[in-house]
């Protein structure tokens, strides 16, 4: 078993936090941030991935209009005349212009391709715990924690501001962090930024007792408590 003591910014003294096998403590301040090769579809701008649904049209020309099309699980496409296309992790103007160039080989003079996202299944965070709405978010723009706690619906009556914690895979490590809610709100520390494939876990009691592999116990702290799971 490991257990870990680490100092709280701000508490009045020490704190035994972990309590699982393969449990590390990373310290204090900011997840690592994922990369491209984290998944698919993994940074700002938006890019593509499996399951987004888009529409293409190439201007003036209405029979290569399609619609409703979905990027499949490999992160690919099928458009007429191109044939299959590897849109997964390119953003809809470097898709459209995979397009164009297939187009040219079929002697088309100048195609211009536009791509739009009708759907963004790719690009989502997951919130759970005591909070009014859990559920599957799309990630739009800049995504923060506390922006996603308010399309969440916000707190229940049983929330624990004080224990979210948001789970994040990077480099095939998984890190998970625990942050103050409150104390982001007092601005005593940024509110971190989010991104695809996140999970994002409101602590009640029962949630509490269920996260006991993150904290046996911990006192509210002013900074993130960062933490590497089967670190083993």
Same mark, same amino acid.
């Given at each position: 078993?490991?257990?870990?003591?680490? *100092?709280?910014?701000?508490?009045?003294?020490?704190?035994?936090?972990?309590?699982?096998?393969?449990?590390?403590?990373?310290?204090?301040?900011?997840?690592?941030?994922?990369?491209?090769?984290?998944? *698919?579809?993994?940074?700002?701008?938006?890019?593509?991935?499996?399951?987004?649904?888009?529409?293409?049209?190439?201007?003036?020309?209405?029979?290569?209009?399609?619609?409703?099309?979905?990027?499949?699980?490999?992160?690919?496409?099928?458009?007429?005349?191109?044939?299959?296309?590897?849109?997964?992790?390119?953003?809809?103007?470097?898709?459209?212009?995979?397009?164009?160039?297939?187009?040219?080989?079929?002697?088309?003079?100048?195609?211009?391709?536009?791509?739009?996202?009708?759907?963004?299944?790719?690009?989502?965070?997951?919130?759970?715990?005591?909070?009014?709405?859990?559920?599957?978010?799309?990630?739009?723009?800049?995504?923060?924690?506390?922006?996603?706690?308010?399309?969440?619906?916000?707190?229940?009556?049983?929330?624990?501001?004080?224990?979210?914690?948001?789970?994040?895979?990077?480099?095939?490590?998984?890190?998970?962090?625990?942050?103050?809610?409150?104390?982001?709100?007092?601005?005593?520390?940024?509110?971190?930024?989010?991104?695809?494939?996140?999970?994002?876990?409101?602590?009640?009691?029962?949630?509490?007792?269920?996260?006991?592999?993150?904290?046996?116990?911990?006192?509210?702290?002013?900074?993130?408590?960062?933490?590497?799971?089967?670190?083993?």
């Amino acid at each position: 078993m490991t257990l870990v003591t680490a *100092s709280c910014v701000g508490g009045s003294g020490r704190s035994t936090v972990g309590g699982a096998e393969g449990l590390s403590f990373v310290g204090g301040g900011e997840l690592p941030s994922p990369g491209r090769a984290d998944y *698919s579809a993994a940074e700002m701008p938006f890019t593509l991935g499996p399951y987004d649904v888009v529409d293409i049209e190439v201007f003036a020309n209405e029979d290569l209009r399609a619609r409703d099309i979905e990027v499949d699980p490999s992160g690919r496409i099928t458009f007429p005349l191109v044939g299959t296309i590897e849109v997964g992790g390119k953003t809809p103007g470097e898709a459209a212009k995979v397009i164009e160039a297939g187009l040219r080989q079929q002697y088309f003079r100048d195609p211009r391709v536009s791509i739009n996202v009708k759907k963004a299944a790719s690009q989502v965070v997951s919130i759970s715990g005591e909070i009014r709405k859990p559920g599957i978010y799309p990630i739009v723009g800049d995504m923060t924690l506390l922006k996603a706690i308010a399309r969440a619906e916000g707190w229940t009556e049983f929330s624990k501001k004080r224990e979210v914690i948001v789970f994040r895979e990077v480099d095939n490590k998984r890190y998970a962090a625990l942050y103050d809610v409150k104390a982001i709100e007092r601005g005593q520390y940024p509110d971190p930024r989010l991104f695809p494939n996140d999970t994002v876990v409101v602590g009640d009691s029962q949630a509490r007792r269920n996260m006991k592999d993150i904290l046996t116990a911990a006192p509210p702290v002013i900074a993130p408590l960062i933490f590497l799971l089967d670190s083993n």
